[in-house]
C-alpha cells in the first residue's frame, strides 16, 4: 500500500467530529487525484518513492470503506435499539404477568421464589413500643391540630331530633 505507515481509517478514540472531518478530508483527496491526476500518472511520496494514481485511489478507498463498514454497523445497531425500545413493553407486560402468576402459584412469601429470580415478600415488621408510643403522640396532634373529633366525641355534641311546630290560622 501507498501508505503503509499513515492510518487512513478511523480509530476508535476519535470523537464523532474528528471522524467526519477525517473522512471529508479523505473524500477531498480521493475526488482531487481522481479528477486532477491522469490515469497512469504517479505522485512523489514520503521517502522519495513515486506512488501511481491508481494505488493511491485504492488506499483512499480501502480508508473510505471503513468509514463506510463503521457506518453501517452503526445504522444497523441503531435500528436494532428502536426494534428493542418498541417491544419494551411488551416485554414488561409478559414479564408482570409472569411474576405475578408466581406469586400466585407460590405464595407471595414463599421462598421459592428466589429460584426464579425474585424476591419474596418479607413480612411487616412489628412496630416497637417506642415507635407504637410516638404514633399515638402524633395522632394525637394531629386531630388535635385539625380540630376532628372522634366518633365518641361526636356524640355528645349532637343535638336530638328537631321538633318543628306549625301554627295554623284561623
Known sequence: M???NIPLGPKSS????QRSKLRARLQRMRAGIAAKLKPGQALLARGGKTVARELLLLDLDAALATFQASDDLALKLAVQRQQEQELL??????LGALQDSLHFCFGAKNPVLTHFG????RARRKATPAEQLEAVVRRRETRK?????????KKKLKAGPVKITVKTSG
Open 118 to 121: 425474585l424476591k419474596p415478600r
Open 145 to 153: 391540630n385539625r380540630g376532628t373529633l372522634g366518633k365518641n366525641q
Open 14 to 17: 476519535q470523537t464523532s467530529y
Open 2 to 4: 501507498a501508505f503503509d
Open 89 to 94: 413493553p411488551q416485554v414488561y407486560d409478559a
